[in-house]
């Protein structure tokens, strides 16, 4: 099984398309769990009507599955609690020049 870092990792490489900036750092994924070939993922997206909403949960889904042992990505996107940029890591407000 990956473990939870290799699974972020994986996620990491999904960038939102508007704002250029990985879901990761963006504060996105809210809860990831696998449960022996199979990865389950909580999400949210910065708002509920993001355009690239569907292209970002196929990516993060393709991302995940690329991962040797992981056969299958679930991704649920729950809009609860709702985003915002108190999520974002340091490093994304930066990139964003939120201070």
């Known amino acids: 099984m990956s473990d939870e870092t290799q699974l972020i990792d994986a996620l990491k490489q999904v960038i939102d398309p508007e ?3 990985n879901i990761v750092d963006l ?3 809210y809860e990831v769990e696998q449960e022996e ?3 389950n993922v909580d999400m949210t ?4 009507a993001c355009p690239a909403g569907p292209q970002i949960v196929q990516q993060a889904k393709m991302a ?3 991962l040797e042992d992981v056969e299958e ?5 729950v ?8 999520r974002m890591t340091e490093d994304a407000k930066d990139q964003l020049g939120i201070f």
């Open 19 to 21: 704002l250029m900036i």
């Open 27 to 29: 504060g996105l994924v």
């Open 37 to 39: 070939s199979k990865v």
């Open 45 to 48: 997206l910065t708002s509920p």
């Open 64 to 66: 995940l599955e690329r």
């Open 73 to 77: 990505a679930e991704i649920k996107l």
């Open 79 to 86: 809009m609860s609690p709702p985003w915002s940029p108190e």
